[in-house]
């Protein structure tokens, strides 16, 4: 399958790790990858703060670069970083809906030579492609050492969920696709409330102490539900709960020692790929002593407690088998 | 206003049992339309005959809407595909005769459905405001030499 | 806080033609944000992760802009700590567009210098900063977004992180030292450009507003 | 010149009408305008329904002598009646009036006054130039069935099926569930008064079951209604229960030896478990069990017969072989009680329903309290034992939400005020009561959260953001936290408990629109049935004979409910006692004359009422089949069918009428030269 590749910003530096393991993993999964040429900055979260038209055209130039690259047949953008993916999928969304709004934005664009039809740029996250696209089939079919034994908290943040511009894939409360996908790599997901939760965005620059206390709540909850790693989705939650670690350590008085992965690094890993060309030892949270957890063996399937005979029983969930 | 904009004149032909009780609805819930469209009563959209459609267009209409019950909810059981299948062969008929198909327009609408059905007529008032006025006699001598146009089948949605 | 709204010698009354939600309303993009609707019920406070440390919750920003108290909304740091999470859009049970109202809230403050009186006062000069590096090259620079930052505000911190996390950065390759630029950078300024003589002749056809 | 004599009557319906239309000049235009057409009156009165506007059209028919009148007011569906009633009284035939409907059609939609004014002017002229071709004709009588339908026996329909059998009529009562009592057959107490649920409803539900005029049909649904108001044939679908009712004594040995436990996600909420055979509980109507072949050994695996081997009854009672039955029963009119479904709470995830164990639903909670119930009335955590020490219970949980139900579901304060009063009288626990608005309007409603405030509740006006597990700070491990925005304060408050109750929303039945369709009736956006006047005729419908009561309206209280039920009783009664329906005279007739044999009429009609006779190759309408559609009336290519109340004429009349000018005043035709 061939997509349109916007890495973004982050991915070329501070996320490297998000990137290679990304390229790493596509190939056996039958996914092919063309970058946009000459992409800009999404405008993160802090360009629409300070100029409403200026954000849509930087936007919407990605949009368009993407447009002219598909030479009419209707693009498919896939982007690793949440935020870029919220960004280009917002800018589309509102492009269409607000008419005049997309009249003034192609204004902006034709001062460059560029024009963007609304809604022929389709983005989206790199794990949604994934999930529907390669589905967990398909992925499990490339697993050649499965991540036994390894307890992860699966990661989602919020703007992969939220709020949601072109049709929901997952629930935007309680998100459970890549626990699925954690779960076919053969790893033992745990159970993980905080999983949509704030990572504390750009607060690390505003107020320390605010943020501190957001990344804070994220790693007791994986550490209180007995997590060995953390696996993300977004280069903006990997560096907040990864860089600010020893800091929320010190704030606190904890001992959170939680590895950040990104999904793709645990994928290469099952994939038996090596873990250099993954991106492992960019993360400042050591990953190698969870890692060294990973058994050969399934572990055995925990007995199910038996209820007693006072309790009541508990409601019925869709999902139980 | 210096340009005084064309008012289009609208009849349209409700069913006793869901249209004409949705504009009752419409009216209960004063949802707004505009007074460019005269409503008159039929038991059912199969009473129509496409008499009455020719005869509104000859005798001043810029347009007539004609409404029924859904597909499936006709009081009289299944009349209103009776009525879809005259109008079809009406709008093919005046086509024919030069006269756009807008200009005759079929919807369904049941008795809960005011404010959509405000809201089509909001939409063909607009439509047939940019049609602009029927001429019927300038339109038929007009088209008496021109070839028939082809004429794909269509379709009605539910 | 500096706000004086609710001493009794300021009662707030009489202030309700709501010029300043209909400001808001007209500089939010993406169809009407529903302002309007807040029925004040506090699912947006309560949903916030940073709720507990606003001044003003979300829903009493919205009280405020009912009563059309501007400046004291403009000043406030609620939507400077706004993380952009959504959550209190989704959750909304009036279906307020309340991320992208805290959004417009921070242009407006930019615009009229009200963020200068907040308590969030540095957040802004973030923004800029970040905006300013992306205008220059076209992508972000963590670095020099970083470092002119923290020297502007927080000089000691800046030490802390050149020694510290920067360091490490750098260590592990996560940093770059120079800037990575897009090549067809005069495209990108000339549609910044336009976009900014768009967006300005809009505001004069609004009328002054923001 | 008209030989007829026409009054044409203006209605300012208050400053409904005469607000945006000029009714004074439109009655001067009428009589001035109009007289080619053969007006001779035409007047302008306040209200033209009052005792008052009916005089004065009758006194003008007999002074003026009148023959035919026009009334432009509302719509013909609320006031035709009326107006056909006071001609009548003037020796006038009623269906010589016709009705224009400038209300609803009118100043209800426009809001341009001349235009509206110009508009009520031009159909006006289309109703009297209609009215012209009016013939006196005499209404259908047809005889009304004295049986009624009462579907869903809930209290609503308990209450219903009793008033109209008690006053000597017969009802089929059906119930689609194995026990009539509804939802309120699983409460413990209903609040204000605090009154036992099963105390104040099983003497009512014995009474139905007992009662020589009420047939109750239990674990039955309605498969298809036919016919009209008076004369409805109605086919009911009586599930096989696999139990003999004529010799089954109801002694329960069968559900005792049963030896499958099945989840009761029904009766029981999910908080309980019963047999494969079974009854909902001990005091169900009819006794008779019910075996559910889905989880039944014999009818999965074709082993077991534990309930045949050990009934008493002689023959046995336990009926493998039985099938369902297709009964059909004539009824005159059809009350729908089919109640409401709560909202599944699993929708809101960040409430916790289904993750965590101690969030429950208002339901459960029920069955929690209830001394029948599966803790025997012990408020309990999930493990069956633990009391909890504090207890958070939330309003408002999927109504007054655009997410999920934007209306609000009425009983939710009342519920949770009185759940925080059972919470605190059987554990002693905090109770905090989440809350927007708190809604106690109507009888001894506030005094009752005046005692809850009294009973030490903490009430926090504040939607709760969210449920969670995820403990933070210290006194949260171990608990669940309620995190909500205390709108007084401005502040989030995290407040750690060991219960929460969810009031959720009450929701139209899953079928409704399905059910709706069956019965000729219809839906609001939202799913309730509709009634025919929101005020003024609550439990009617806009389909004559169908009658709404209950929660299938719109969500109420258990008072409302049975008010409404004893309401559409006595709309019933008041129907049974006129004996006979007087139908619109609007039927089919072909003139043999003009009938060239063609036959593209006879596939015309559904109600087959169209005959052709071949010895005479003439088609002929037998008037008792014709419903009036008017279908083979347009179709007929050479004119020889006509319809009564909807002849050419008539149409064609009005539409010259209606195009007598344009959208502003200019003449509509004078593009076209005739």
Known sequence: MKYTYYPGCSLERNAGAYHSSTLAVAGPLGMEFQEVDDWNCCGATEFIAVDKMQAYALAARNLSLAEKQSNGNGATMVAPCSACFLNLSKCDAYLVKDAPLAEKVNRALAAGGLHYTPGSVRTRHLLEAMVTDVGFEGVAAQVKRPLYNLKVAPYYGCLIVRPGFLDKFDDEEYPTSLDKLMRTLGANVVDFPMKAHCCGGHMTQISEEVALGLIYRLLKNAADYGADVITTICPMCQLNLDAYQEHVNRYFGTHFKIPILYFTQLMGLAFDMDPLALGFGKEFIDAAPALAKIGVEPPPKPKRERPSKEALPMPMMPEEE | MADKQFEPLIIGFTCNWCSYRAADLAGMSRVKYPPNVRLMRLMCSGRLDPEFVLKALRGGADGVLITGCHPGECHYLEQNYKALRRFLLLRRTLKQFGVEPQRVRLIWASAAEGARLAQEINKMVEEIRALGPLTWRDVISANGDRPLEALPAEEVTA | MTTTAFSPEAPVLARTRRSFMREIVEDTPGGDPRLEMCIQCGTCGGSCPSGADMEYSPRRIFAMVEADMREEVLKANTFWYCVSCYYCMVRCPQEVHITDIMYTLKRKAIREGYYRESSASDAPDFSETFVDAVLKYGRSFELGLATRYHLRHHPIGAVKMATGMGLEMLRKGRMDLTPRRIKNLGQLQAILREAEDVAREDREQIGGGA | ?674
Not at chain 4, 223 to 245: L, M, P, Q
């Open chain 4, 1 to 674: 010149m008209s030989e007829e004599r026409i009054g044409v009557y203006v209605c300012h319906c208050g400053s409904n009408i005469a607000s945006v239309v000029d009714v004074e000049d439109v009655a001067v235009w009428a009589k001035d305008n109009l007289a080619d057409q053969g007006v001779v009156v035409a007047r302008d009165y306040k209200f033209m329904c009052s005792s008052l506007g009916q005089e004065l059209i009758q006194d003008d028919i007999k002074e003026q002598g009148l023959d035919r009148v026009v009334v432009a007011a509302c719509s013909p569906h609320l006031h035709e009646r009326t107006f056909r009633n006071a001609c009548d009284r003037a020796g006038l035939n009623p269906f010589l009036c016709e009705m224009v409907s400038v209300r609803e059609q009118v100043s209800w939609v426009h809001t341009d006054k001349e235009l509206a004014t110009q508009k009520a002017k031009a159909m006006i002229a289309g109703g009297v130039e209609r009215v012209v071709y009016h013939e006196p004709l005499e209404p259908l009588r047809v005889p009304i069935n004295e049986a009624t339908l009462v579907v869903g026996a809930g209290i609503a329909g308990i209450q219903a099926a009793l008033e109209i059998a008690d006053s000597g009529f017969p009802v089929y009562l059906v119930e689609r569930e194995p026990s009539i009592g509804g939802h309120m057959a699983q409460f413990d107490k209903t609040f204000p008064t605090l009154d036992c649920s099963a105390c104040i409803l099983t003497p009512k539900m014995v009474d139905a079951g007992q009662h020589p005029n009420i047939t109750l049909l239990s674990w039955s649904e309605v498969e298809r209604v036919d016919g009209y108001v008076g004369n409805f044939t109605v086919t009911i679908r009586k599930k096989a229960r696999y139990v003999n009712e004529d010799v089954c004594t109801g002694c329960g040995i069968c559900i005792e030896k049963c030896p499958v436990n099945v989840l009761d996600t029904n009766f029981e909420a999910g908080l309980g478990y019963r047999k494969a055979v079974y009854r909902p509980f001990p005091q169900a109507v009819p006794k008779y069990p019910v075996i559910d072949t889905e989880n039944c050994t014999y009818f999965k695996r074709g082993k077991c017969k534990a309930c045949q081997i050990f009934c008493p009854t002689q023959p046995n009672s336990i009926d493998f072989e039985q099938q369902d039955q297709l009964l059909q029963v004539p009824v005159g009119n059809i009350i729908l009680a089919t109640g409401y479904d709560l909202f599944d709470a699993r929708r809101i995830p960040q409430y916790g329903y289904g993750r965590l164990a101690n969030v429950y639903t208002s339901l459960e909670f029920e069955r929690l309290c209830n001394a029948a119930g599966p803790t025997n009335g012990d408020v309990v955590l999930r493990d069956g034992v633990t009391k909890p020490e504090a207890v958070g219970i939330i309003h408002c949980v999927g109504s007054r939400d655009r997410n999920y139900n934007n209306y609000c579901s009425v009983i939710c304060c009342m519920q949770s005020l009185k759940f925080a009063h059972l919470v605190k009288e059987r554990t002693g626990a905090e109770v905090y009561n989440f809350y927007i608005d708190m809604r106690t309007a109507y009888k001894d409603y506030d005094e009752f959260y005046q005692k809850v405030l009294e009973e030490g509740t903490h009430f926090v006006r504040g939607r709760v953001a969210e449920v969670t597990d995820a403990a933070r700070q210290p006194g949260e491990d171990g608990k669940i936290i309620v995190q909500v925005e205390d709108t007084f304060i401005g502040k989030q408050r995290r407040i750690p408990v060991d219960m929460v109750i969810l009031s959720s929303a009450l929701e139209p039945r899953a079928d409704s629109d399905e059910v709706a369709h069956k019965f000729g009736i219809a839906c609001s956006a939202n799913g309730w049935f509709i009634e025919k006047h929101p005020k003024l005729d609550p439990v009617a419908t806009m389909t004559e004979g169908i009658y709404i009561a209950g929660c299938a309206q719109g969500p109420k209280d258990i008072p409302s409910t049975v008010a409404q039920g004893a309401a559409a009783a006595a709309r019933v009664l008041g129907r049974i006692q006129q004996k006979e329906l007087a139908l619109e005279p609007i039927r089919a007739s072909v003139i043999a004359e003009r009938c060239s044999g063609c036959r593209i009429c006879n596939n015309m009609c559904p109600f087959n009422a169209i005959l052709f006779h071949e010895d005479r190759m003439v088609t002929e309408i037998n008037p008792a089949l014709c419903q009036g559609c008017g279908t083979c009336v347009a179709a007929c290519p050479s004119g020889a069918i006509t319809g009564t109340q909807f002849s050419n004429e008539q149409v064609l009349a009005q539409i010259e009428g209606l195009l007598m000018f344009g959208v502003n005043g200019n003449l509509a035709n004078e593009l076209v030269p005739a």
